[in-house]
């Protein structure tokens, strides 16, 4: 049995520990966090997250070999493997502000790590950051003059929100770094052993700490990479006359190039293409690398273009003004089956509609209460509404921003019917029916197609 400890009880901590604890029943894990009020939902009914299917995970292993708690001091003490996976958002300050990972959480955990740890332990990295953290990370452990050894390993997370739980339990991969050295590869195949529970030993990768460390910033940066360059091609496509949703099916039919992640949409959104790309960027940078920086900032730029490309689409179908129009915003969580709404397009798209001095109204079935939010002082100018029919009512336009199923399920007819004419619908995620959408009366802008118009 090994006490298995992670710190930074989020969106990461929480659902892998939940799949590890149910996985390896012979071991204790705990979740540690600073958030008092984080760990006080993880042990209650409503967790502070939603994701399919980890209500049921975390109500099978709590309380019996899954724990949740925010006394991180007594637990480092106790563990035998910490998994670190606190936030490491971009820097907002000094040298490299703007892209540059802030590292003050990670250096904090490392530091209370060694001051609490009387017993040798391997310490994974698990949050997402930049090449050679591993290495500073034993520099702080290995300062403690006390002789005592820490081994650190890199085993980075790749489950998309939404879906986290079943890429747990069936990952394309697993991949652990570690020291070329015994006592690294001890460390890694400690690692190893507990992904092996579950996981076939040919899906789990072992690596050097910095192809492990590197390999997450790319796996995030060709992503995203597929997504501008879908979008950039929406742009092409709504001038052409060419419908970008044929133009994906027959790339993607090409075994080389494949299906997944060509669908073009009003931008990516999530907490981490953006700062992990910014976080390739300069580490490219401050190699000297400035081509290859600028080649890999442009994924970046072309979601911004996106986003703003979609806004301006907006205004100029809507008679070049929205001021004092109401406009019903279908979606605030950046992606479906999450509540998630950190760089959520459908916020980018909010901000832009509130300078032009739109009346906003934003419904989401989860994550109302996340935009409400990260919407800061602008909340107070947008109405929150969980019922999309009453969000609808009364708007000149509504727009898809989410790509959650229930959006392309509702009643068009009847919303049409409680709109300002001439209605529009704007579908930044190409997930209703245009056809019969301009058929029952409205005005159809989709991502990559011409529109549907009812005027000359
Ligand atoms: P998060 O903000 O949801 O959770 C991080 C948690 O760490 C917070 O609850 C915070 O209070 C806690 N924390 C910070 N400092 C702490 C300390 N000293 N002691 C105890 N707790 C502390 O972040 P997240 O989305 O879970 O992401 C965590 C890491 O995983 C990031 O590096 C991210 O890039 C990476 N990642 C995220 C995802 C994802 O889908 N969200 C997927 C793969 C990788
Ligand atoms: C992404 C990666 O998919 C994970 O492998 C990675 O672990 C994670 O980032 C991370 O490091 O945080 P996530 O951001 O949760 O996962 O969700 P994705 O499914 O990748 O979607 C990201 C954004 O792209 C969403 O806004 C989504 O709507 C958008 N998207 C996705 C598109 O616009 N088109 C697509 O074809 C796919």
Redesign the pocket.
């Given at each position: 049995m090994a006490n298995i400890l992670c710190?930074?009880?989020?969106?990461?901590?929480g659902p892998t520990m939940a799949v590890i604890a149910q996985k390896c029943p012979q071991h204790r894990v705990v979740v540690?966090?600073?958030?008092e009020a984080?760990i006080a939902a993880w042990q209650s009914d409503h967790l502070p997250i939603y994701e399919p299917g980890l209500d049921d995970m975390v109500r099978a292993t709590r309380n019996k070999n899954l724990f949740f708690s925010t006394e991180?001091d007594r637990h480092i003490a106790e563990a035998d493997i910490i998994f670190v996976?606190?936030?490491?958002p971009t820097k907002t300050f000094g040298q490299g502000a703007g892209k540059a990972a802030d590292l003050q959480?990670w250096e904090?955990?490392a530091r209370?790590i060694l001051q609490n740890s009387t017993t040798p332990k391997i310490v994974v990295e698990?949050?997402?950051?930049p090449v050679r953290t591993a290495e500073a990370m034993e520099h702080i452990l290995n300062s403690n003059g006390e002789g005592l050894h820490f081994d650190v390993v890199s085993n980075?997370?790749?489950?998309?929100?939404g879906t986290?739980v079943r890429n747990m339990e069936n990952p394309d991969r697993v991949l652990i770094g570690a020291r070329e050295t015994p006592s690294g590869q001890k460390a890694l195949q400690a690692i190893v052993d507990i992904y092996s529970q579950w996981v076939p030993r040919e899906r789990i990768i072992t690596t050097n700490l910095w192809s492990s460390e590197l390999s997450?910033l790319v796996a995030n940066a060709f992503l995203a990479q597929r997504i501008s360059s879908i979008n950039a091609i929406s742009a092409l496509c709504e001038k052409t006359g060419a419908n970008v949703n044929e133009v994906a099916h027959a790339i993607g039919m090409d075994s080389r190039i494949g299906p997944h992640f060509l669908n073009a949409s009003v931008g990516f959104g999530?907490?981490?293409f953006r700062?992990?790309i910014l976080n390739l960027v300069y580490l490219c940078e401050y190699c000297g690398l400035s081509e290859i920086a600028g080649y890999w900032e442009q994924v970046v730029k072309m979601n911004e273009h996106q986003e703003a490309r979609f806004v301006s689409n907006m205004l100029s179908a809507m008679f070049n003004t929205v001021a004092g129009k109401r406009i019903a915003l279908l979606g605030v969580a950046f992606k479906a089956n999450t509540s998630?709404t950190r760089e959520s397009p459908a916020l980018a798209v909010c901000r832009a509609l509130l300078e032009e001095r739109a009346e906003i109204v934003i419904t989401d079935s989860h994550a109302l209460d996340n935009a409400r939010a990260d919407l800061g002082a602008d909340a107070r100018r947008v109405t929150f509404e969980p019922d999309p029919y009453a969000a609808a009512a009364g708007a000149y336009a509504i727009a898809i921003l989410t790509e959650w199923s229930y959006l392309a399920e509702l009643d068009y007819q009847a919303i049409y019917q409680s709109m300002v004419r001439p209605a529009f619908v704007f579908d930044g995620r190409n997930i209703l029916d245009h056809q019969s959408l301009f058929k029952m009366g409205f005005n159809v802008y989709a991502i990559g197609k011409p529109p549907l118009v009812h005027f000359q």
């Amino acid at each position: 049995m090994a006490n298995i400890l992670c710190i930074g009880a989020g969106y990461v901590g929480g659902p892998t520990m939940a799949v590890i604890a149910q996985k390896c029943p012979q071991h204790r894990v705990v979740v540690v966090d600073i958030n008092e009020a984080r760990i006080a939902a993880w042990q209650s009914d409503h967790l502070p997250i939603y994701e399919p299917g980890l209500d049921d995970m975390v109500r099978a292993t709590r309380n019996k070999n899954l724990f949740f708690s925010t006394e991180v001091d007594r637990h480092i003490a106790e563990a035998d493997i910490i998994f670190v996976s606190v936030n490491t958002p971009t820097k907002t300050f000094g040298q490299g502000a703007g892209k540059a990972a802030d590292l003050q959480y990670w250096e904090k955990t490392a530091r209370q790590i060694l001051q609490n740890s009387t017993t040798p332990k391997i310490v994974v990295e698990k949050s997402t950051l930049p090449v050679r953290t591993a290495e500073a990370m034993e520099h702080i452990l290995n300062s403690n003059g006390e002789g005592l050894h820490f081994d650190v390993v890199s085993n980075p997370e790749f489950l998309a929100e939404g879906t986290a739980v079943r890429n747990m339990e069936n990952p394309d991969r697993v991949l652990i770094g570690a020291r070329e050295t015994p006592s690294g590869q001890k460390a890694l195949q400690a690692i190893v052993d507990i992904y092996s529970q579950w996981v076939p030993r040919e899906r789990i990768i072992t690596t050097n700490l910095w192809s492990s460390e590197l390999s997450k910033l790319v796996a995030n940066a060709f992503l995203a990479q597929r997504i501008s360059s879908i979008n950039a091609i929406s742009a092409l496509c709504e001038k052409t006359g060419a419908n970008v949703n044929e133009v994906a099916h027959a790339i993607g039919m090409d075994s080389r190039i494949g299906p997944h992640f060509l669908n073009a949409s009003v931008g990516f959104g999530g907490s981490c293409f953006r700062k992990d790309i910014l976080n390739l960027v300069y580490l490219c940078e401050y190699c000297g690398l400035s081509e290859i920086a600028g080649y890999w900032e442009q994924v970046v730029k072309m979601n911004e273009h996106q986003e703003a490309r979609f806004v301006s689409n907006m205004l100029s179908a809507m008679f070049n003004t929205v001021a004092g129009k109401r406009i019903a915003l279908l979606g605030v969580a950046f992606k479906a089956n999450t509540s998630d709404t950190r760089e959520s397009p459908a916020l980018a798209v909010c901000r832009a509609l509130l300078e032009e001095r739109a009346e906003i109204v934003i419904t989401d079935s989860h994550a109302l209460d996340n935009a409400r939010a990260d919407l800061g002082a602008d909340a107070r100018r947008v109405t929150f509404e969980p019922d999309p029919y009453a969000a609808a009512a009364g708007a000149y336009a509504i727009a898809i921003l989410t790509e959650w199923s229930y959006l392309a399920e509702l009643d068009y007819q009847a919303i049409y019917q409680s709109m300002v004419r001439p209605a529009f619908v704007f579908d930044g995620r190409n997930i209703l029916d245009h056809q019969s959408l301009f058929k029952m009366g409205f005005n159809v802008y989709a991502i990559g197609k011409p529109p549907l118009v009812h005027f000359q």
